[in-house]
Each structure stands twice: as C-alpha cells, then as structure tokens.
C-alpha cells in the first residue's frame, strides 16, 4: 500500500509543489494521477522514492517512513520513468541481469528471456544492445526489470508517452495483470483514454494540490476528459 499524509514540499524559494495531499492506494489498485505540467505529480513520486525530502508529512510504502526507513521502504518498491534509464552498450537481456545482481538474485538466462517475452520484447531484440531500442522497446525492457524484482508497489512516471498504440496497449494489460497480483500501482499521466480503460480510482492534480477524485463506478459516466478541462480552467481558493 502506498499511503501520502498531509505530505508537503515548499522549495527554497519558497514554491508550494505539493500542498498537504492525502492518498492511499491499496492493495491490487491501479490509481491515475491526473494533472498539466507543474501540477505535483512528479515531485509526489519523487517524495515517495525519497529522491527529495518533503517540508512535512509522510510517505509510506507498506508502513515504511520513505525517509526514516528509506532502504527498506525502496526494497519495497518498483519504479520507472518516462525515460527508461538503460546501459546502453548491454543488451536487454544483460540489463537484465545487471539489476537482478544489485537485487541480489542471479536467475538463469530463462528466466530473463521468459520475463522479456512476458512484456511483448521480440525474440530478436534480447540480445541486442538497447543503444538501438526504440522508446517503446526501452520501456519494456523497463517493465521486465519490474517484474524481475516483483515488489508489491509500482510508480510509473508518464509510461505512454511516446509509445505507439499497440505497446500501450500491451503495457496497460501488463497493469492489468500486475493488479491481479496484488499490486499497487500509481501512474502518473496525461494520458486520459488509458485512465477510463484501466484504473480503479483518477485523481486531478493543481498547483500542487488534490482537487478532484473519482472512483471508477462514478468516472465511467461521466465525460472525463470535460471534467478535467474544467478543473483546469478553475481559479484555485
């Protein structure tokens, strides 16, 4: 379970990038963070990875402090970025296993190429270096690193961009399938049309703070895309 309380970052120059949020996602949910750029959403994933240190409240992974019990909080976490960061001059599968070793598991070749095909990678593409992956390629090869290292929480940080419709649309099943795992999943994203086809609860961002959550038997009725044009146009109080 990923868990926000009254989490707060207000930069030295005194911006207000997340103001007071309160979430939760539990277990086996898949929960979209809506929001235009500058809006939080990056800064709340970044808080939960501790790559930053909030003014004030808590993110929990699990129960763990992300700051007070970063390295067990991190042990039970996955994440990955709009840019998938790869080395380069490895092949996928030789990433693979270079993250599986920082994970301190040493699995057969088999296991790498089972979870390569698990995320739709080709056959042809194992053993090539990622220097000449597309982006889509570079994301699954991402997502195979998050299921090799299986934790129950995931953040992703804008997965689609850039990807064409068919690896969108098999990375969205992958969630599907992570989600009947158990998992719990916060997807950062502009990506409306991927929210109304697989997420449980959408939450809209601005200028840092929550201001509208739907849960999915109250979404599927509604015009999404009207709803949140609409928060975007609104004055803040």
Same mark, same amino acid.
């Given at each position: ?6 989490? +707060? ?32 959403? @990056?800064? +709340? ?9 909030? +003014? ?5 992974? !699990? ?11 991190? #042990? ?5 970025? %709009?840019?998938?960061? $790869? ?14 070793? $920082? ?51 995931? $953040?992703? !940080?804008?997965? @689609?961009?850039?990807? !064409? ?8 099943? +992958? ?16 990506? $409306?049309? #991927?929210?109304?086809?697989?997420? !449980? ?14 849960? #999915? %038997? ?20």
């Amino acid at each position: 379970m990923l868990q926000a309380i009254d989490l +707060t970052k207000r930069y030295e120059d005194g911006s207000l990038a997340l103001d007071a949020l309160n979430l939760h996602i539990e277990e086996g949910e898949i929960f979209f963070l809506l929001g235009a750029n500058g809006a939080g959403k @990056t800064t +709340t994933l970044n808080l939960f990875l501790n790559f930053i240190r909030p +003014t004030s409240g808590q993110a929990l992974i !699990d129960g763990r402090d992300s700051v007070k019990q970063s390295l067990e909080a991190k #042990r039970l976490l996955s994440y990955i970025s %709009e840019n998938v960061m $790869l080395y380069e001059d490895l092949s996928a599968r030789e990433n693979l296993e270079f993250f599986a070793r $920082l994970n301190r598991k040493n699995p057969p070749k088999e296991t790498y190429y089972n979870l390569m095909r698990t995320v739709g990678l080709k056959e042809t593409d194992f053993e090539k270096h990622v220097k000449y992956f597309s982006k889509g390629m570079r994301q699954k090869v991402g997502l195979a690193c998050v299921l090799q290292k299986d934790t129950p929480n995931i $953040l992703m !940080d804008e997965p @689609t961009t850039g990807l !064409d419709p068919k690896s969108a649309a098999e990375l969205m099943d +992958t969630l599907l399938q992570l989600k009947q795992k158990g998992k719990s999943i916060l997807l950062c994203t502009h990506d $409306l049309f #991927r929210a109304r086809m697989i997420a !449980d609860r959408i939450g809209i961002m601005k200028e840092g703070r929550m201001v509208m959550l739907r849960r #999915r %038997e109250e979404f599927m009725n509604e015009d999404i895309e009207r709803i949140y044009l609409d928060y975007m146009q609104e004055v803040p109080q």
